[in-house]
């Protein structure tokens, strides 16, 4: 079957993955043959055996998914993270292939690749916006960094020999103060990551809100706090300590000097995720937690 050959395809891929590099050839052939155009990196493409009708893109700039109606992303975490970078700035819909461990922004396991492909062709996929965050550092009064993530803003201790001292507000009002060695500031996408392991809740990504999780906090006040979407979030870091660092998603960091104030809020602009299932965040929970649910007989009917 052939498709129409003006409908293209991003393809982004952790090339140092074995994996990632077999599952790219498979969504290359698949896609080519159904007459969808594919267009990948050029620093990607060294490390992947691509036929010659691949459309190459030397830049990683949001403008070189222009005219693609999907981005696929294969890899672990880290490599979905990255993926969806491009997809809030181009605002092309990301679809995310798992080939690491948990991957939760995934929508499809190693094994799903034919049925991915299939879906692709015959555009049987649906597109949900996840929210982000958009961060601001002030110092002084002036802003000397501006950023945002789709999971967490982790405002954290620069080093190991020291507690990271910290006063935490939300609407304008403080709320209280310690020393810890971080603050993660989350979306409900990011509460099964880094706000996950800090001890936070899990949130369903249709709740809308705003997750603020204390890291190792010497304090007898330091529960996790889950605000509404529309509160604004703020991390004042004392000015008397070492510098500490801000982390977006874990890929983007800068210095924090003593005194910064860092400020969390909804971000002006989602994260687009095309989705192939309607499995519940539920089902989606267990299976990839691993989560023990033998015994259980469902309600009454």
């Given amino acids: 079957m052939t498709q129409n050959r003006a409908r293209t395809v991003f393809l982004l891929a952790h090339t140092g993955r074995p994996a990632a590099i077999r599952s790219a050839e498979l969504v290359v052939g698949g896609l080519l043959q159904a007459g969808i155009g594919v267009r990948v990196l050029e620093a ?5 055996p ?22 696929i992303v294969l890899g672990g975490d880290g490599t979905l993270l990255r993926g969806a970078e491009f997809a809030r700035a181009s605002g092309v819909p990301m679809l995310g292939v798992n080939l690491g461990r948990v991957g939760f922004l995934a929508e499809a396991e190693r094994d799903d690749l034919d049925k991915v492909v299939d879906r ?23 802003i000397v960094h501006t950023d945002w993530a789709l999971n967490e803003a982790a405002v954290q201790k620069a080093g190991a020999e020291k507690l990271l001292e910290v006063v935490l507000e939300i609407d304008g009002r403080p ?20 706000a996950f392991s800090a001890g936070g809740p899990v949130v369903w990504p249709e709740v809308e809100a705003l997750l603020m999780v204390p890291i190792s906090a010497h304090a007898l006040f330091a529960k996790p706090l889950v605000t509404s979407p529309d509160s604004v979030l703020a991390v004042e870091v004392l000015p008397h300590i070492p510098p500490g660092v801000l982390w977006c998603d874990g890929r983007r960091t800068v210095e924090l000097p003593p005194g910064a104030r860092v400020e969390v809020r909804r971000g002006a602009v989602p994260v687009r995720l095309a989705r192939l299932h309607h499995a519940s965040f539920t089902d989606r929970l267990v299976a990839k937690f691993a989560l023990p649910v033998s015994g259980w007989r469902g309600a009454p009917h």
Avoid: K, W
């Fill in 175 to 194: 709320v209280t103060g310690f020393g810890c060695d971080g603050i993660v500031l989350s979306t409900p996408t990011g509460s099964t990551a880094y």
């Fill in 120 to 142: 692709v062709v015959h555009r049987a996929y649906e597109v949900e916006e996840r929210m982000t965050v958009d961060v601001v550092v002030h110092r002084n009064g002036d």
């Fill in 50 to 71: 691509l036929p010659g009708e691949v459309e190459l893109i030397s830049e990683a700039t949001p403008q070189c998914l222009d005219g693609c109606e999907l981005l």
């Fill in 44 to 48: 990607e493409a060294r490390d992947l």
